[in-house]
C-alpha cells in the first residue's frame, strides 16, 4: 500500500522550488541589466510603484531595501550612469527628489520578464477566484511568517479585478494578474 504524501510538505516544497526559480529568473535579469541583485530590487520595487502611480523616493527605496541612505545614494548614482533611472524633482515638495526608471530599463525588464509572466498569467487562469483567492492568502501569510515586515507591504495591495494581490519580495508575481505593462 502505497503512502500518500504530507500535502503540507509539498506546500512547502513547492514554495521552496518557486523560491529558486525566482532566484534563478532575477539573476538573469540582473546578469542581462548588468545590476546586482540589491539594484535588482530597487528597479522591482520602482516597476511595482509606478504601476500604481506612486513617486519613490531615495528613503523609500532604502526603506523598502533595508540598506543605509548612504547605500541607497550610491545604487542610485549606479543605476543613473547605467542609463537604469533618472532623478527628478519631487511632483508635490519641491525641496525633494524621486527617482523614475528610463524607458531603456522598462523595455529591458519587459523584454526579460515579459514571456515569463505570460506563462504565469495562463497558469493563474486555470485556477478560479475562490482557489486563487486561497492561493493568495496561502502565500501571504507564509510571506509574514518568512519577514513580518512582508505584512505591511501586503496590507497595501491592490485589488485586481476581485482578487487582492500580495505585495512582498517576489513582486514579479504580483504582474501575473496584470496585464498592460506601463510604457
Request: proline content about 4%.
Amino acid at each position: 500500500m502505497s503512502e500518500q504524501p504530507d500535502p503540507v510538505r509539498s506546500a512547502l516544497l513547492a514554495l521552496r522550488t518557486l523560491g529558486d526559480a525566482l532566484d534563478r529568473m532575477h539573476g538573469e535579469l540582473g546578469d542581462d541589466m548588468a545590476m546586482n541583485l540589491t539594484d535588482l530590487r530597487a528597479l522591482r520595487m520602482m516597476v511595482e510603484w509606478e504601476r500604481r502611480g506612486t513617486a519613490v523616493s531615495p528613503h523609500e527605496l532604502a526603506r523598502h531595501l533595508r540598506i543605509s541612505t548612504a547605500s541607497t545614494s550610491k545604487m542610485i548614482d549606479r543605476l543613473v550612469v547605467a542609463g537604469h533611472v533618472e532623478r527628478r524633482p519631487h511632483p508635490t515638495d519641491r525641496r525633494a527628489r524621486v527617482v523614475v526608471l528610463t524607458d531603456h530599463s522598462r523595455k529591458t525588464f519587459y523584454q526579460h520578464v515579459g514571456g515569463h509572466l505570460d506563462v504565469m498569467r495562463g497558469i493563474a487562469r486555470d485556477y478560479d477566484e475562490t482557489q486563487l483567492r486561497y492561493i493568495t492568502e496561502f502565500m501571504t501569510r507564509i510571506a509574514r511568517a518568512v519577514d513580518p515586515a512582508s505584512g505591511a507591504r501586503a496590507a497595501e495591495a491592490p485589488v485586481v479585478g476581485d482578487a487582492v494581490v500580495e505585495r512582498n519580495e517576489s513582486a514579479i508575481i504580483v504582474e501575473v494578474f496584470d496585464d498592460t505593462p506601463t510604457h
